[in-house]
């Protein structure tokens, strides 16, 4: 039996987040605009099952896939919305389920670290990352979800909300994690949205 953990669909990809989804993209990297669909399922081998139907449904491009012992996730884009969510009605389908069948999202942390001095953001800043520097006096917020998954979502809505540095997306694995910069005030504004998103995600 395939169990759907992670279904997330975004109508339009933030610049800074199209950027870093392709900075890590295995397959075909999206554009700032697309349309793109986050799906995690379990066993992680059923994947490859999920991602032939996709790509067979539609013209969708397969932005990454990642196959794990226990969970396995696909991403895929296209600049044609419909494109994509033809794509996922396909899988839905298959699995005989749909979206609300997804595994509810749990908070496992969240914060802003105002102020931050100049000691942290350097062991940021060195860190396994692939976006943008936390620079002194940022202030940061931090969120971690599971399923991992979402937090492309968090991270899509946040950087919509407000004038943001992403500094960090991980969306891989049994949690996702957030890591955004700036202002005091668009940080804020910033993890309102975020949180707002993984609490009630809303893209249909």
């Not at 399922?41 to 539609?58: Q, W």
């Amino acid at each position: 039996m395939v169990n759907l953990r992670t279904y997330v669909y975004i109508d339009s990809l933030q610049p800074q987040l199209a950027e870093y989804m392709a900075s890590v993209s295995q397959g075909f990297p999206p554009k700032p605009g697309d349309s793109c669909l986050w799906v995690e399922v379990s066993p992680g081998m059923a994947i490859h099952r999920v991602t032939d139907l996709a790509l067979k449904a539609t013209r969708v491009n397969l932005t990454q896939q990642v196959v794990e012992r226990a969970f396995g996730s696909m991403v895929i884009n296209h600049r044609d919305q419909s494109d994509v969510r033809e794509a996922g009605k396909a899988i839905l389908s298959s699995m005989n389920a749909d979206e609300d069948d997804r595994q509810d999202c749990r908070v496992a942390w969240s914060e802003i670290i105002r102020g931050m001095t100049s000691d942290h953001t350097v062991v940021i800043n060195r860190q396994d990352r692939r976006g943008s520097m936390i620079l002194p006096g940022d202030s940061m917020f931090i969120l971690e979800v599971e399923p991992a998954g979402f937090i492309v979502y968090a991270a899509n809505q946040a950087e919509k909300a407000a004038s943001i540095t992403l500094v960090d997306v991980k969306a891989v694995g049994a949690y996702g994690r957030l890591t955004l910069a700036g202002r005091e005030a668009d940080i804020e504004e910033a993890a309102a949205a975020a949180m707002r998103a993984v609490e009630s995600p809303s893209w249909t």
